[in-house]
């Protein structure tokens, strides 16, 4: 079996003059033989052990990336854990998977969790990482034939759902997309949680395949405060630093880049592909980011097809689609739901039934057009039917809201309602509810009647600062906000006169 650490060797052997791989981070930079030797002693202890699972919980780093390709050269089923869970969505995974290995930054969260679970066992040192040893599950989930990791979708409430994928799966993936994006010996800069598939594929492994360099610097050191905040300064200064010439981003991150370019600062002219992908990106946010010097595209994935399904490219390019699909791909639509074939999961955790499907159902709403590009207009599950039985897809509508970069947060609700509502917050705190309105105008003129948003709420605080209102990767928890600020919809709907703002108090 071929093991992505080696193809970066692989690489060098065929092309003398192809750079040779390798990951760099705060520390400092890690040679493709130092990775390699790194990545083979970590594997050969792994196989000595014979752990039946091991998680990993840490910082993005490199240390991240050794213990990944290690558990791959040794054959042992790897289940991320997304930094972003709650205790409680740790502890379901731990008592529901096959873990008996942990490495964690996190030595503190982890003792309470798996108290009464620990078990001597040899260390190893890995960076900062610490090696812990637990008692498995006794009962646990059981995992497809063939699992090589396992990767959780963090999904709207509820405990994560496990999807089970090959390593073969995941080299086939990057290899089609280095082939895709054909960015020769690239400089990647890791902006995303390395657990978040598509960052782990497409920023990591893909970039090894053509000798490229995976800059991984710790969540931190980008300007993440946890989940709820990010510090603006830092984000921009290792773009500035690194000079890179990949990214990717959600479309809230490619908003803050715009705006900061609008503000003055210089993207970097070394940028020759940035892929933004997790949710609705209004073709407005792209044109006005390709104007500033970020090339931005589009793209549509899920865990279940192992990250990426289309993606726009620079010569092959629709604003307001995204993208083609990939060749490895086949795309169609029955009764509006987006259906796929072709690389598809192993299944999910436990869950027997799911396993060997060759068609994933999506559950997203949309199209594919006479050119071949897909639309994705929302999500199934989140459809709205008005009182008046129009059919309305939130994101849709978000989209144009956040579309001129004025609102920071805006989500959508009304179904079984005569009208839709928002809650919004503003990317800048002093703007007026005047400036609000007009842009909302704005918006609503690109909209049918049925689908404008004729009343609005101004929360006081952003949904990012406030705790579980939102997914990995800045999607809205819709139920959970819905529950949260119910009594504040109902409002909007018996005050049909002014916008309200949540410092006032509602009757």
């Known amino acids: 079996m071929e093991h992505l650490h080696s193809l970066p060797e692989r690489t060098e052997r065929s092309s003398p003059s192809a750079a040779i791989a390798s990951v760099s981070g705060a520390g400092g930079s890690l040679s493709s033989d130092v990775l390699t030797e790194r990545v083979a002693t970590l594997a050969e202890w792994l196989r000595s052990m014979g752990p039946r699972g091991v998680a990993l919980h840490m910082d993005n780093g490199p240390d991240w990336i050794i213990i990944d390709l290690a558990c791959q050269v040794a054959e042992i089923c790897l289940i991320p854990l997304p930094t972003f869970f709650s205790a409680g969505q740790l502890s379901h995974v731990l008592n529901t998977m096959p873990i008996d290995t942990v490495f964690t930054d996190r030595a503190d969260l982890f003792s309470p969790l798996c108290a009464g679970r620990f078990r001597n066992g040899p260390e190893f040192a890995v960076g900062n990482g610490l090696l812990l040893h637990i008692d498995p599950p006794e009962s646990p989930d059981t ?44 400089r990647h800069l890791s902006l995303l949680p390395l657990s978040t598939l598509l960052e782990n594929t497409a920023g990591v492994y893909a970039p090894m395949l053509t000798g490229g360099e995976v800059v991984v610097p710790s969540l931190t050191e ?90 726009n490219l620079p010569d092959a390019a ?75 897809s939130p994101e849709w509508v978000e989209s144009e809201m956040l579309a001129d970069g004025l609102l920071a947060d805006c989500v959508v609700f009304g179904d ?19 400036f609000i309105q007009d842009s909302i105008d704005r918006s609503n003129e690109r909209l049918p009647d049925y689908a404008r948003v004729k009343q609005w709420l101004r929360l006081s605080r952003p949904l990012a600062m406030e705790q579980g209102l939102l997914t990995d990767n800045g999607r809205p928890k819709r139920r959970v906000i819905e529950s949260r600020y119910n009594d504040e919809i109902a409002a909007l709907y018996r005050d049909a006169k002014q916008p309200i703002t949540q410092y006032e108090k509602i009757a």
């Open 143 to 186: 995992l497809p034939p063939g699992t090589g990791k396992v990767t959780f979708t963090s999904g709207s409430t509820g405990n994560p759902r496990g999807v089970c994928l090959s390593n073969q799966q995941l080299l086939k993936q990057a290899e089609v997309l280095s082939q895709a994006v054909s960015l020769k010996s690239p």
């Open 416 to 434: 079984s309602r005569p009208y839709c509502v928002a809650l919004l917050s503003p990317r800048e705190t002093n703007a007026s509810d005047g």
């Open 318 to 392: 629709r604003p307001g689609s995204c993208g083609r699909p990939l060749p490895h791909v086949n795309v169609e639509c029955r009764h509006g739901e987006i259906h796929v074939r072709g690389n598809a999961m192993l299944g999910y955790a436990g869950q027997p039934d799911s396993w060997g499907r060759e068609l994933i159902a999506t559950g997203d709403l949309g199209e594919v057009d006479e050119d071949g590009f897909i639309h994705v207009n929302g999500r199934l599950k989140n459809l709205l039917i008005s009182s008046y039985g129009r059919n309305i």
């Open 222 to 311: 980008i300007g993440f405060n946890g989940s709820s905040s990010l510090d603006t300064r830092k984000l921009l200064w290792q773009l500035s630093h690194w000079q890179p010439n990949s990214l990717i981003l959600t479309p809230q991150l490619l908003q803050i880049l715009v705006a900061a370019a609008r503000s003055g600062w210089v993207p970097p002219t070394s940028l020759q592909f940035v892929a933004v992908g997790g949710a609705r990106v209004p073709a407005a946010l792209l044109e006005a980011a390709h104007d500033l010097g970020i090339p931005a595209f589009e793209g549509y994935g899920l865990s279940e097809c192992a990250s990426v399904v289309s993606l």
